[in-house]
């Protein structure tokens, strides 16, 4: 028999049987992650084109949007997803020092985090609301000579910042779903590959803003 | 299967690099730089996503496979921009009637 007893059980109860070793299963995680990661590269990037080509059509249109958005809200909730990447990093290395309290504490201030940037954007939602800044039959500009083309604008504002609010709600319900995994020590410093991955995802809705941040709010300030 | 772990402080040193670059990009906005304004604001996101990506993403130790993914995903990313820009930027170059 070339395979004794002993080879054949002695592996980390977390390794499935087509992956070499634990290191090589991790990193194929890792791949796959980042492989859906680029769909997502792919699917915000569509928008970011049609803002980069509606921006290049009515430059002063667009940049003068700007004012009407809430700059204070906007700076503050970049500030807010910066510290929830920080706290998602930690609950990651908690993990890999298999700490469970570390792990629960640090993913709950990162879902906390999360929360309070969703609110603000309730609150910016209903400024918007309010202001007539909503595209479609309600619609009002202060500077009349761009209406049409400031709709052009809002409604990319709704677009994108939307599908980034929709990525943030995914992303709570994955912490939230973390946060119960933990609390049932499902994870050890040899196994915490969905927190890793989650982390990832994490991170990358964070890059997301810190690109939809200056395009929306700081751009055409001066003007 | 256990990982080198990263310092509290060389996250700390990231985070606090990033909410400088974030005040920096509100800072300047306020600064009429004419077009480089623009030139600013995205050099500043561009340094803070690589920031997140190296660091928090840990795509600095990743395996040279995960890196050449990372990699690619922004640069079909480029492609995108380019691309649409050689177009948009470019019409009207040439003499003849407008036809968009």
Redesign the interface.
């Known amino acids: 028999m070339a395979h004794s007893d002993a080879t054949l059980t002695a592996h ?1 109860p977390g390794l499935r049987h087509h992956f070499d ?3 090589q ?3 194929s995680s ?2 796959g992650m ?2 859906f ?2 769909t997502e ?2 699917f915000f ?2 928008m ?2 049609g803002y ?2 509606y921006r ?2 009515y430059p002063d249109a667009f940049a003068s949007s700007s004012k009407f958005m809430n ?1 204070g809200i906007g ?1 503050f909730n ?2 807010v997803l ?2 929830s ?2 706290t ?3 609950a990651v ?1 908690g993990a ?2 298999g700490s469970k309290k570390t792990l629960i504490l640090f993913l709950v201030l990162t879902l906390f985090l999360g929360c309070v940037f969703l609110g603000l954007k309730v609150v910016e939602y209903h400024e918007k609301w309010v202001d007539h800044h909503i595209p479609g039959p309600g619609f009002r500009y202060e500077e009349a000579q761009y209406f049409h083309q400031a709709q052009i604008l809002f409604f990319l504002y709704f677009a994108m910042t939307g599908m980034h609010a929709m990525h943030m709600i995914v992303g709570a319900g994955l912490l939230t779903t973390l946060i119960v995994m933990a609390s049932r020590n499902r994870f050890s ?3 915490y590959t969905p927190v890793e991955m989650i ?2 995802y994490w ?2 809705v ?2 997301v803003w ?2 939809l ?3 929306l709010y ?5 003007k | 299967m256990t990982h080198q772990v990263v310092s509290v402080k060389t996250y700390v040193l990231v985070f606090l690099g990033l909410i400088v670059l974030t005040a920096t990009t509100v800072g300047v906005s306020r600064i009429d730089l004419g077009e480089f304004n623009f030139i600013v604001a995205m050099t500043i996101a561009v340094i803070k996503g690589t920031l997140v990506v190296m660091f928090f993403m840990d795509v600095r130790r990743a395996t040279s496979l995960t890196k050449l993914f990372a990699g690619a995903g922004f640069f079909w990313m480029a492609i995108l921009l380019v691309f649409v820009l050689s177009d948009y930027l470019s019409r009207g170059w040439l003499p003849g009637p407008k036809w968009w």
């Open positions: 980390s070793d634990s290191e299963q991790f990193q890792i791949l980042w492989v990661l680029l590269v792919m990037g569509g970011f084109g980069t080509v290049n059509l700059l700076a970049t500030g910066i510290c990447s920080l998602m990093v930690l290395r890999q020092l410093a040899q196994w982390g990832l991170h990358f964070d890059i810190i690109f941040f200056p395009l700081l751009i055409g300030r001066t």
